[in-house]
C-alpha cells in the first residue's frame, strides 16, 4: 500500500524533472573522488611516428589553425582531454610553416622537445624556442607560431580546454592576419625579465600573468642541478620545482601550475595521492611509476597520466638523471579550497605493485 505510493511519488518527481537525494546513492557525493580519468601512458614513439605522418598529410588552414594531437584518456569516453580539467597535445610545426594568429580564453603552454629555427609570438613578443624551454600563454594574447628553419619544430601542449568547456567559458577568435606585427626585439620579454629574481625598476606593476613569455632550459637546468645540491629534496617528487610568476610568487597559470623534477638515479620516492590531477612527460631519462598499484615504465618522450586522487611514486632505474616536466591543476584545487594531500604509510610508502601497464 505504501509501497504503491512511494512508487507513484517517485513516478511524479521524474515527470516533473526532480531527483530525490535518497534513491542516488552516493554517485553525486562519493566518499572520496572517483576520476573517471584512468592512469595511462602514451608511447613517444608511436606519438613521433603519427604526429610526422600528419605533419606530411594535414595542412595548417583556418580552422584548423594547428596541427595538435590531444591524448585521448581511455577514461573519458572519447573526449580529446587527458584528465577532466587538463588537454595536453603533441603539435607539430613544419619548417617554414606558419601557425596562424588566434587567441581564445583557455589558458596556455607549451614545453618545447625540438625547436631550433622555431618561434611562438605571443602578443607581439616573438621568441626562438629551444628544446626544454616552457612558453607561456596567459588567456586571450594573441599568438601564433612559425619556423625560420626547414626544420620540423615538436612540442607538448597544455590547456585548460576541458575546465574551461565545463565552466562554459570559452571565447575563441582569430585575428585579421595570419602573423602579428612584431615592433620588439627577438626575444624581448626574455631579455627583459629572464633574469627571474630582478626586474626593471621602473615598472611597479604586480602583474597576474608572469612578464616573461619564455623560461628557458638552460636557466631551468641549473635550477634543478642547484637544488641537488642544497641537500634538500622532496620525498614524493625528489628534487621537484614549480614554474613561477617571479613578482607574485603563483603558479604560472590561474587555473594549473608547471613543474619540471629530476628523480636522481636509484632513487625510488613516497607514495602519496591528491586532489588534482596531473600529465607528465618524460624529458629526460628512464624509469618506472607505480600508479594506483599499476607499474608504467616510461622512457625518453612518453606522457602519462595521473587521475586526482590516486596513489603514485616514481622510480628512476637507471644511472643517468630522470627529468619529468608536468602540468597539474593544483592552483584550480587551492582557489576552490578542495586540495587534499594523503601520505600512503604502509610498506615504507611503497604500493604492492598488482600489474604492469
Ligand atoms: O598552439 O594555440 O594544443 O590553441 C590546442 C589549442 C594548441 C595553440 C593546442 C591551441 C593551441
Ligand atoms: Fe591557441
Redesign the pocket.
Known amino acids: 500500500m505504501n509501497d504503491n505510493k512511494i512508487d507513484e511519488l517517485l513516478q511524479n518527481f521524474k515527470e516533473a524533472n526532480l531527483k530525490p537525494l535518497w534513491t542516488l546513492e552516493h554517485d553525486v557525493m562519493p566518499f572520496s573522488p572517483k576520476p573517471n580519468a584512468i592512469p595511462w601512458l602514451w608511447k613517444w614513439n608511436k606519438l613521433y611516428e603519427l604526429a610526422e605522418d600528419a605533419g606530411e598529410l594535414i595542412t595548417l588552414e583556418k580552422g584548423g589553425?594547428?596541427r595538435?594531437i590531444?591524448l585521448a584518456n581511455p577514461g573519458l569516453g572519447g573526449m580529446p582531454f587527458a584528465t577532466e580539467t587538463l588537454?595536453t597535445?603533441v603539435?607539430w610545426l613544419n619548417g617554414k610553416e606558419v601557425?596562424p594568429a588566434?587567441r581564445?580564453t583557455s589558458q596556455?603552454i607549451r614545453f618545447i622537445v625540438d625547436g631550433a629555427g622555431s618561434y611562438s609570438t605571443v602578443e607581439g613578443d616573438r621568441v626562438y624556442l629551444e628544446r626544454g624551454d616552457l612558453v607561456l600563454n596567459p588567456p586571450m594574447l594573441w599568438?601564433d607560431?612559425g619556423s625560420d628553419s626547414d626544420e620540423r619544430a615538436i612540442w607538448i601542449?597544455g590547456?585548460d580546454i576541458p575546465l574551461t568547456k565545463y565552466l562554459n567559458a570559452n571565447f575563441f577568435e582569430h585575428l585579421h592576419q595570419d602573423v602579428q606585427e612584431v615592433d620588439t626585439v627577438k626575444n624581448y620579454s626574455i631579455l627583459k625579465y629572464g633574469a627571474g629574481t630582478m626586474k626593471p625598476a621602473w615598472e611597479r606593476q604586480k602583474p597576474m600573468y608572469p612578464p616573461i613569455s619564455t623560461f628557458k632550459w638552460a636557466k631551468t637546468e641549473q635550477a634543478l642541478m642547484d637544488l641537488a645540491k642544497s641537500g634538500d629534496a622532496c620525498p614524493h617528487d625528489d628534487i621537484a620545482l614549480e614554474y613561477i610568476n617571479p613578482i607574485t610568487g603563483s603558479s604560472v597559470m590561474k587555473t594549473f601550475s608547471c613543474w619540471i623534477q629530476m628523480i636522481r638515479p636509484n632513487v625510488h620516492t613516497q607514495a602519496h595521492r591528491e586532489v588534482c590531477s596531473t600529465v607528465y612527460f618524460v624529458f629526460e631519462g628512464s624509469g618506472y611509476s607505480v600508479i594506483d598499484g599499476i607499474r608504467f615504465d616510461w622512457q625518453q618522450g612518453d606522457l602519462f597520466v595521473v587521475p586526482n586522487w590516486k596513489l603514485h611514486e616514481h622510480v628512476n632505474t637507471s644511472e643517468e638523471r630522470a627529468i619529468l616536466f608536468s602540468l597539474n591543476d593544483r592552483p584550480t584545487m587551492e582557489a576552490l579550497d578542495k586540495y587534499r594531500e594523503e601520505k600512503y604509510q604502509e610498506n615504507g610508502g611503497h604500493q604492492e605493485i598488482k600489474s604492469v601497464f
Open positions: 589553425d594547428r595538435a590531444a588537454w597535445a603539435q601557425a588566434h581564445h596556455a599568438h607560431h601542449d590547456l
